[in-house]
Nanobody, 124 residues
Framework: HVQLVESGGGSVQAGGSLKLSCATS????????VAWFRRPPGKTREYVGW????????YLPSSVRGRFVTTKDKGKNTLILQMNNLRPEDTAIYYC??????????????????WGQGTQVTVS
């Protein structure tokens, strides 16, 4: 049974930083694709970053490149999203997602069968 639980959201001023965590269980975290998505107010869900089975993070959207970093803490089976230099347009619900049993990640949310409940990030 795959479980994903996000934490670390909150309110921050523009230019600040937040670190989101996603505690996982029920699948091979070290080998499988895990990712972050977000849903801004009134918009569709979009990918923010991911870590593939080999640990690579090949694609970052231009909106967060140079500011966000996604990493796997394999010792804790936890996915991390470090967000720096936050902007008001980063305000969204942030979700952790997994493709259990699959090494490679995709940008489209419908490719992910496993989701966390989300955590709110507000930047003012």
């Amino acid at each position: 049974h795959v479980q994903l639980v996000e934490s670390g959201g909150g309110s921050v001023q523009a230019g600040g930083s937040l670190k989101l965590s996603c505690a996982t269980s029920g699948f091979d975290f070290g080998s499988d694709c895990v990712a972050w998505f977000r849903r801004p107010p009134g918009k569709t869900r979009e990918y923010v970053g991911w870590v593939e089975g080999d640990g690579s993070t090949p694609y970052l959207p231009s909106s967060v490149r140079g500011r966000f970093v996604t990493t796997k803490d394999k010792g804790k089976n936890t996915l991390i999203l470090q967000m720096n230099n936050l902007r008001p347009e980063d305000t969204a619900i942030y979700y952790c997602a997994a493709r259990s049993g699959w090494e490679y990640c995709y940008q489209t949310d419908y490719d992910y069968p496993n989701w966390g409940q989300g955590t709110q990030v507000t930047v003012s």
